[in-house]
RNA sequence: GUGGGUAUAGCUCAGUUGGUUAGAGCGCCAGAUUGUGGCUCUGGAGGCCGUCGGUUCGAAUCCGACUAUCCACCCCA
């Protein structure tokens, strides 16, 4: 029984009253992303397993534990996304629009999926806002996508901190990860479980630990900046060259490791700590060898992603501002089949002007009309009955103040003593009356 | 996967040491002279007290299991 009155565990409806905060969300962040280039890409919510295998890795706890996989009526392995990135990729590798001008700049909005046990700023359908830029190398480009998120936030009103670190590339993070192994493994019996199994398949997790005993252990581990090559070094050099330069202020945390294996050189998060223990609205970094890995051309990749139920979150803590919902235009009561019946056309008549314009459909009564037509909000009311349609003109009345002004019910929108035309009419005295008080 | 809290009306919550027909506020519906909203007043609808089992003459209340939910670990956005 419950089962058809209850969603799925970790599942959110976002209700009719909700849905305007996740509206101007959206456009907000693809607007704000437009402003540097980036253009929508739509991905499909399921791809083959193997993509999200190779590309977040094996040995990650979003592949190993949390994937919904399953095999479809042809035999094959599908999942369904844990994340966009993977499958951008793999549509920008699959189109070829990495033979077109560099860089490819693509934004994502999309549902993605995870099996965790639900928490505050955690389900297992979730929303991600995301961007990849596909094909610069440069520090610049790490710079311009950070920044980008720092614009993002100042729309949207939020406040969080950035931090920053670089995990190196291949070749001076396999000297690291050798130095952790020596290091740790000294102490290797006073590690909780999960470190020591870490410790031979991803020993930057280790730093990541929270039991007070890992953490104790690691404070004198040995820091990946340390061990950065030289060109790893330069880059990240000029990443924070360039982010001093925007005046962005960031705090360099050399414990950031991702949790996904595509990452390389720069990586970073932003912090909410308004938000509970899921506090990371937003995470991101540089890939370069991933395009190449799944099949692509040798190019490198930056991007992030964002949880959009914890920026929303971290909007309402910060007591950022949503605009208001546009509320009703004007309420066509009526009583009586024949004024029903002209109330519906003359409420379409304004709807086509592009007006939020209601009528009765429940058979109420005129004085529970009126009351509708207030919990609505409407700007405007009128009623109709017999003696309207024998005189052919009806009043039209404005909620706040009461006051009427009449119209002809025959006329056509575009005459003058329309509705149409007394309702454009009263808004315009009310702008003009709003302004001219200042 | 591990730990802790919670589960009573659509929502927010009361409910005395177990004791008859389970309550409030908000919301919803209907009235307060005949065709007009907000404020006020009156009335009404709406609950298998999360589910199953146990203790008891008697359970919303005590015990257990399950489920859901919240918070934290873990993980991550």
Request: with cysteine; net charge negative; hydrophobic share 40%.
């Amino acid at each position: 029984m419950a089962i058809l009155t209850k969603g799925p565990r970790g599942t959110q409806d976002v209700l009719p009253g909700e849905s305007y905060k996740w509206q101007y969300l959206e456009k907000k962040m693809m607007e704000t992303v437009k402003l540097y280039g980036f253009r929508e890409i739509r991905i499909p919510t399921f791809e083959h397993t193997e993509l999200f295998n190779r590309s977040v890795g094996d040995t990650t706890d979003v592949v190993q534990k949390e994937m919904y996989t399953f095999e479809d009526k042809g035999g094959r392995s599908i999942t369904l996304r844990p994340e966009g990135t993977a499958g951008t990729l793999r549509s920008a590798i699959e189109h070829g629009l990495l033979g077109d001008a560099l860089p490819v700049k693509a934004a994502y909005l999309l549902s993605a999926f995870r099996y965790e046990k639900p928490q505050a700023g955690r389900q297992r359908e979730f929303h991600q806002f995301g961007v990849e830029m596909l094909g610069s190398a440069a520090a610049s480009a790490d710079a311009e996508v950070i920044f980008m998120v720092c614009h993002l936030f100042q729309e949207l009103g939020i406040k969080a901190r950035l931090e920053l670190n670089s995990i190196g590339c291949p070749a001076c993070r396999a000297k690291y990860q050798e130095a952790l192994r020596n290091y740790f493994s000294a102490r290797r019996e006073d590690l909780c479980d999960t470190c020591k199994d870490r410790l031979e398949r991803n020993p930057m997790r280790l730093l990541d630990c929270k039991s007070p005993v890992c953490q104790e252990i690691g404070q004198g581990a040995p820091m990946m900046l340390d061990f950065l090559c030289e060109e790893c070094t330069a880059h990240f050099e000029q990443v924070k060259a360039r982010l001093n330069a925007m005046e962005v202020s960031y705090t360099i945390n050399p414990r950031i490791v991702r949790g996904l294996d595509y990452y390389t050189k720069t990586v970073f998060e932003f912090v909410s700590d308004q938000i509970g223990a899921q506090s990371t609205i937003c995470a991101g970094g540089r890939y370069d060898g991933l395009i190449e890995q799944l099949g692509g051309p040798a190019l490198p990749g930056i991007g992030f992603a964002m949880g959009l139920e914890r920026i929303l979150m971290t909007m309402e803590a910060c007591g950022a501002a949503f605009p208001e919902e546009r509320k009703c235009m004007a309420y066509i009561g009526s009583m009586g089949e024949a004024a029903g019946a002209k109330a519906a056309q003359l409420t379409q008549q304004l709807r086509k002007e592009g007006f939020w314009a209601e009528c009765d459909t429940m058979g109420r009564s005129v004085k529970a009309q009126m009351k509708f037509a207030n919990k609505l909000g409407a700007r405007f009311s009128v009623i109709l009955g017999d003696s309207e349609l024998e005189q052919g003109v009806a009043k039209l009345k404005r909620m706040a103040d009461g006051s009427v002004t009449e119209f002809r019910l025959e006329a056509s929108p575009q005459e003058p003593g329309s509705l149409v035309k007394v309702v454009y009419d009263s808004c315009l005295e009310e702008v003009a009356g709003a302004l001219k008080t200042e």
